[in-house]
């Protein structure tokens, strides 16, 4: 069983950033694909960023390419999503994850957090 607790959203300017944590508990972490989402309002739940458990393979949403950069550290049981040159539209509560596969898909995510608030204004 892995629990997921993120932290670290909040207001920001246009332009600006934000780094999300998101810290696990079990022992399965390290072993585990490690993905973000987002969900803006009246809008379905999309992919951001995943990570394999190594560190070794990143993917990201077109959207956030080049912007946005996912991390891990096993020996915190921690994942990061540095947010750079944050957008209006990057508005949305995000959601990390924990899975089996490298996948772009949230069914194939077990755990999850309870989500943090991402607001930038313009």
């Known amino acids: 069983q892995v629990q997921l607790v993120e932290s670290g959203g909040g207001l920001v300017q246009a332009g600006g950033s934000l780094r999300l944590s998101c810290a696990a508990s079990?022992?399965?972490?390290?072993?585990?694909?490690m993905g973000w989402f987002r969900q803006a309002p009246g809008k379905e739940r999309e992919f951001v960023a995943f990570?394999?458990?190594?560190?070794?393979?990143?993917s990201y949403a077109d959207s956030v390419k080049g912007r946005f950069t996912i991390s891990r550290d096993n020996a915190k049981n921690t994942v990061y999503l540095q947010m750079n040159s944050l957008k209006p539209e990057d508005t949305a509560v995000y959601y990390c994850?924990?899975?089996?596969?490298?996948?772009?898909?949230?069914?194939?995510?077990?755990?999850w957090g309870q989500g943090t608030q991402v607001s930038v204004s313009s």
């Open positions: 994850a924990a899975g089996r596969y490298s996948s772009w898909s949230r069914g194939d995510y077990v755990h």
């Open positions: 079990g022992r399965t972490f390290s072993s585990a694909v």
């Open positions: 990570i394999s458990w190594t560190g070794g393979r990143t």
